[in-house]
């Protein structure tokens, strides 16, 4: 629409409008995730286990639990990303969190982890529904965290993957239940 002046109004093309200023080019994240939480703490956990966290292969984490296969199929978690993505990349770090978690250095953190869990399982369990497989809550979840906080952990990104699938492997989020302690194999 073009106003007495001459002047597209719209704000389209318009350079000189300032408010009105459109830039086409620019992509602006937006977080449409019905799961959004306060991500800044987890963010936390995440940087200071970052520190200390290495790749370990040969140990694993057990403890008796749900099995696996049930604990996938109440939660709607394919098979394939089980055994590809949670068993190949992310229970070598497991040990090393619970660890982590669990020394007394780090007490300020475990209440950041748990505060994380309690507000995720309220998320998760008022939204399950929007979600067909459980992966697709896995990736809204990184999302949500790793847009918000991008600068600080986009080195360690991959740890919001092995942190998020802790989170499930421990039965902190998802149905069912851990049963028993850890033993290492």
């Known amino acids: 629409m073009i106003n007495k002046n001459k002047m597209d109004i719209d704000g389209i093309g318009n350079t000189t409008a300032g408010r009105d200023y459109n830039d086409y080019r620019t992509f602006i994240n937006v977080d449409t995730s019905?799961?959004?939480f306060f991500d800044e703490e987890i963010k936390e956990v995440i940087k200071e286990f970052a520190k200390v966290a290495r790749r370990e292969i040969g140990r694993n984490y057990n403890f008796k639990r749900i099995a696996a296969e049930q604990k996938n199929e109440l939660n709607g978690l394919t098979k394939e990303y089980f055994e590809d993505t949670i068993l190949e990349n992310s229970i070598c770090y497991f040990q090393q969190i619970d660890d982590f978690l669990k020394s007394p250095i780090n007490a300020d953190y475990l209440s950041m982890y748990e505060n994380t869990i309690?507000?995720?399982n309220q998320k998760i369990t008022i939204f399950r529904k929007k979600y067909d497989e459980f992966e697709l809550?896995?990736?809204?979840?990184y999302d949500h965290i790793f847009n918000n906080n991008i600068s600080e952990l986009k080195a360690d990104r991959r740890l919001i993957w092995v942190m998020l699938h802790y989170m499930y492997w421990k039965c902190d989020i998802?149905?069912?239940?851990?049963?028993?302690?850890?033993?290492n194999t």
Request: hydrophobic share 40%; aromatic share 4%.
């Open 34 to 36: 019905p799961i959004r």
């Open 118 to 120: 309690d507000d995720l």
């Open 174 to 183: 998802g149905k069912g239940g851990e049963i028993g302690n850890v033993i």
């Open 137 to 141: 809550v896995f990736n809204d979840l």
